[in-house]
């Protein structure tokens, strides 16, 4: 069974769709709970790095160890698919800036992708990545321009998140309470199922991609 390391940020921001993409892919998912002090050792593994309600280039310690390593694994050469939180964080590590936002940007969010295509995605993020050098913008929303970039085949980073599925919100909204600003509409059944498929295709052309690096 193939292996992959994924980096959780926060107790109620877990894996959620992804960890159903690993199933049906036989792919074992190893997750590392940064602010608990966890993380595997540095090297050229390729790694999924989620979100969580943390600035990325300021925060606890935990998160400058974090900063540490990523930047160790990115120097090895480490394929890393990076959602908000993380896209920021890779961003930092390949020489970009992340800065704030005039406002957050929260809800379904329509994104709108260099070819065309458009999807309807889950938003809950108050900050906005400057691109480092190199990086090609794939993806824009109407409040943010940087939805999701590329650095060569295998680091990718999305401000948006695919892998918030129905549970993943439920989980969200009971956690953070009156605090959420995400949809408690047990109708949006269709627009995760849309996600969903997308991200299955992303994830399986960044997996293969990460495989013959």
């Not at 295998?154 to 953070?176: D, M, Y």
Request: charged share 20%.
């Amino acid at each position: 069974m193939f292996e992959l390391n994924l980096i959780q940020h926060h107790p109620a921001e877990g894996p959620g769709a992804i960890a159903a993409w690993a199933d049906a892919r036989g792919v074992k998912l190893n997750v590392f709970r940064a602010d608990l002090g966890q993380l595997p050792a540095a090297s050229a593994a390729p790694v999924i790095l989620l979100g969580g309600p943390y600035e990325s280039n300021a925060g606890p310690a935990w998160l400058q160890a974090e900063r540490q390593w990523l930047a160790q694994s990115l120097e090895q050469g480490a394929a890393v698919f990076a959602i908000c939180l993380g896209a920021q964080l890779l961003a930092l590590g390949l020489g970009g800036n992340v800065r704030r936002m005039e406002r957050i940007e929260t809800g379904w969010t329509c994104v709108t992708f260099i070819d065309g295509q458009r999807l309807k995605v889950l938003e809950w993020h108050e900050d906005a990545i400057d691109l480092p050098p190199a990086a090609q913008l794939l993806a824009s929303s109407e409040q943010c321009a940087q939805q999701m970039y590329r650095v060569g085949p295998t680091r990718v980073g999305l401000q948006f998140h695919p892998e918030w599925n129905a549970e993943s919100v439920a989980v969200l909204n009971r956690h953070f309470a009156e605090e959420s600003p995400l949809p408690r509409d047990p109708q949006d059944s269709a627009a995760y199922l849309a996600v969903f498929d997308w991200l299955q295709v992303t994830l399986d052309e960044w997996w293969a991609a990460s495989a013959v690096r």
